[in-house]
């Protein structure tokens, strides 16, 4: 039971209206409404003598759910169980806990609690997959937490040197040890931990690590815990069950592998959100699944169109029909750069004799990269994820592609409402319908406006179309995360094409829409924008299309570059 005084504290801090205890009923009572809209009871909020209790449980509360998943991975028989267990439960957090919330009291006191659940589990999961020597997957959370969101934490800055150190990169490792050192110098007044003394040590020395092991000082994961009286609500982005969650967003835990299972390597789990794309799940299924079908399955589209979403989602749905496991490579740095093929080899893993396999190749920089790679799957079936068509791959290794378009309207919506929440999103109809458009229905843009929604409870979704249409391929960004940005990733893919590629990409978007795209380059170079992602195959009499959001972007890219050049022509 939570007393009704300690919620007034909780909504008005020390300063609760005299109508307080009236504007708390009719609280709850706007709680109780919304759940039975979404199936959970109303009889969920129960009033008591003295206050009001509520019974949460697994449908309820994605905290509850955290919090069992934990237990399980802790009873888990192996390594792989416990760190399915563990990713699963992590999957659950989107951004800040209680982030549009604007209590003082429960930022100060609940808040940290919960932050510091969360963080053991991404500890955990991290001492893992190092012991499990899975050092370049592990980068990229480690890139996050140590660098960006927790750079005083030691424990990920110690896992972040000892990745980058078994990889090979001891510059890159001593580097961010003298930074980290010096942070702490500076904005503490400490030295690094033991732990983190050692680890600079064993590299000056060149030494061998060990076997990756737990860290020293990492926090035991908590055994199940009853929620606290006040918890933070189910985290944006369609974890609840509302109707506009949209196909693919199955919660894990709730259609997880059954007890017992074959844990898939890696821990493949559901995308965050995921919505539409229903007739190709039902392909790529078919595809995965029949026994009769292709070895390999290739994803192919422009760079923001959901490729590596689609293939992991795919990939989770499709997972009981591959008893050997499913395992996610991710062929790309966190920079977006391409791991060579021995730096990918050496991620692959080897044969069990587990039965049928599933092996997911995401982010494939071409045909170079994969096929060295197809000789050492054995027999599993492989799914790629490329900007490219891998012509060249399929044409020697059979299998089928898979192109990928953008969302439709209807999915679009399904989309913003899973991740922004059906009330608000159907509030705004037809400025929803301007949003999608002016993100183009790239999965990409819709959602980081989304994200920009989540972190702005305030603003209407008219304002943000509004504001984004002003300039769209700069505005579709988020600071902290370059994956998270318009001019980052399609940036990237367009830095590596050649220059003549380049500058036929740019030339394109000076076209009239309804000019045809062959005034701008040879049939040769619009082919190999195909290829690479950047243009489509038109309708008959016309070869060549480019998506619209893809042109307004080239467009602006191309006005930037003007401007660049006028002002260094002016500072001559």
Sequence with gaps: MVSTGYLLRAVWDEEPPATARAALQTCVLRLRRLFAKYGISATTIEAVPGGYRMRNDTETLDLVLFRLLTAQARAAAG????????????????????ANVASRMLQRDAVPALEQERLRVLERICDLELAAGNCHQVLVDL??????????????????????YRTGRQAEALAEYRT???????????????????????????????????????????????????????PPGGSG???DSGSGAAHPG???????????????????????????LRAMALRLTDADGPRLVVVSGAPGIGKSALA?????????????????????????????????????????????????????????QVLPLLSATGDASVLVTSRRGLAAVVATHGGAVHRLDVLGPG???????????????????AAVRELAAVCGHFPLALRIAAGRLLTRPGQSVADCAAWLA???????????????????????????????????????????PAEGLCAAGSETVLEQLVEAGMLEDGPPGQPYRIHAFLRVYARWLARDGEVAAAKTSLTR
Excluded: K
């Design 143 to 164: 890139y996050e937490s140590a660098r960006r969101r927790h750079p005083v934490r030691e424990r990920f800055t110690e896992q972040l040197i000892e990745a980058l």
């Design 470 to 512: 002003e300039d769209p391929p700069a505005r579709l960004a988020l600071a902290e995360d370059p994956r998270m940005s318009v001019p980052e990733v399609f940036g990237q893919a367009v830095s590596v094409l050649p220059p003549p590629l380049r500058e036929t990409f740019l030339r394109v978007g000076s076209l009239d």
């Design 241 to 243: 069950p509302g109707p």
């Design 79 to 98: 390594t792989d169980g416990e760190l399915y267990r563990l990713r699963e439960a992590l999957s659950l957090w989107h951004g800040q806990p209680l």
């Design 254 to 280: 709730r259609t997880g592998a059954p007890a017992g299972g074959v844990a898939p390597v890696g821990g493949i789990a559901p995308v965050r959100g995921f919505a539409g794309r229903e007739a190709d």
């Design 411 to 429: 999915e679009a919506h399904r989309l913003l409402a899973g991740l922004v929440g059906a009330e608000r999103i159907g509030a705004e109809e």
């Design 312 to 368: 992991r989602q795919s990939a989770y749905e499709v997972r009981d029909a591959f008893p050997g496991g499913v395992c996610v490579v991710d062929l790309a740095r966190p920079d977006g750069s391409a791991l060579d093929v021995e730096e990918a080899r050496e991620l692959l893993p080897g044969p069990d004799g587990g039965g049928r396999r599933l092996l997911l190749l995401d982010n494939a920089a071409g045909a170079g």
């Design 180 to 234: 980290v050192r010096d942070r702490l110098r500076e904005e503490l007044g400490v030295d690094p931990g033991p732990g983190l003394r050692r680890l600079e040590l064993a590299i000056l020395r060149a030494e061998e690590l060990g076997p990756a092991v737990r860290g020293e000082g990492t926090t035991e994961l908590p055994s199940r815990q009853e929620p606290s009286a006040v918890t933070g609500p189910v």
